[in-house]
């Protein structure tokens, strides 16, 4: 049985942060679990372009406020507390938050813990491994 907190998460090794945007690590590929799972927090006027070509990524919003554009389509949706996604297809987007947004993120394949986003919007496959 795995049992952590957000706020261990948080405060040690399974913190990343970026440029518009830190997460808390609670699952990772070391967990055996076959997925990870994140607490981010977008921050307010963030515009991130992102492109997950190694993995499928599905987002609950469980506060704040923004948009999230395909960019294939070009469609624009509002994303706010209580609202999905799920990039089912490696989909190009851009998330804008019009408020700071707290989401929930679960990555398959699994995440090793210290990715940030390469020059394409998208994490590695193979990124330093954050241990416990």
């Given amino acids: 049985m795995i049992v952590r907190t957000l706020r261990e998460a948080e405060s040690g090794e399974r913190r990343v ?3 518009g945007w830190e997460s808390a690590r609670l699952l990772l590929k070391n967990d055996g679990m076959g997925f990870s799972f994140h607490i981010t927090t977008i921050y307010a006027g963030a515009n991130l372009t992102m492109h997950y070509q190694n ?3 599905s987002v609950y ?3 704040g406020e923004g948009e999230i554009e ?3 389509s070009g469609q624009i949706h509002p994303i706010a507390a209580g609202t999905v996604y ?3 297809q490696h989909d ?3 998330l804008r938050a019009k408020s700071e947004m707290k989401m929930a993120c679960v990555f398959n394949p699994p995440l090793n813990g210290k990715e940030v986003h390469n ?3 998208a994490y590695e496959l193979q990124a330093e491994t954050v241990e416990g």
Avoid: F, P, R, Y
Wanted: aromatic letters at 0%.
């Fill in 61 to 63: 919003c469980i506060s």
């Fill in 86 to 88: 799920a990039l089912d």
């Fill in 17 to 19: 942060v970026s440029e």
């Fill in 70 to 72: 395909d960019l294939a």
């Fill in 55 to 57: 993995h499928l990524e």
């Fill in 119 to 121: 020059e394409q919007g």
């Fill in 92 to 94: 190009k987007h851009i």
